[in-house]
């Protein structure tokens, strides 16, 4: 199963920008579709992105023009730009690997956007 560790979290002010990195272990990162995924207080975790092992990608509406998933295979890193950030991206943001069935989870990072 692939470990994932987040990082690039942090407290940002509306309008500005933040990358996020979710670092895989394991030989097979190519041929995972990883995804980020967000999930406010008092409210349920929600897709944000997501690429497949193809290079696809996807977007929740709100994310549209603003984000950009992309992923490195040879550093087995999925990377998360978010740029015009807003307060209600304020979130836990998480990484997920998945393949068939098969799902792993990291643990999550922080983003405040807050003046």
């Known amino acids: 199963q692939v470990q994932l560790v987040e990082s690039g979290g942090g407290l940002v002010q509306p309008g500005g920008s933040l990358r996020l990195s979710c670092a895989a272990s394991g030989s097979i990162f190519r041929l995972y579709t990883m995804g980020w995924y967000r999930q406010a207080p008092g409210k349920q975790r929600e897709l944000v992105a997501a690429?497949?092992?193809?290079?696809?990608?996807n977007y929740v509406d709100s994310a549209k023009g603003r984000f950009t998933i992309s992923r490195d295979n040879d550093k087995n890193t999925v990377y998360l730009q978010m740029n015009s950030l807003k307060p209600e991206d304020t979130a836990v943001y998480y990484c997920?690997?998945?393949?068939?069935?098969?799902?792993?989870w990291g643990q999550g990072t922080q983003v405040t956007v807050s003046s």
């Open positions: 690429i497949s092992s193809g290079a696809s990608t």
């Open positions: 997920k690997a998945a393949r068939g069935a098969v799902g792993s």
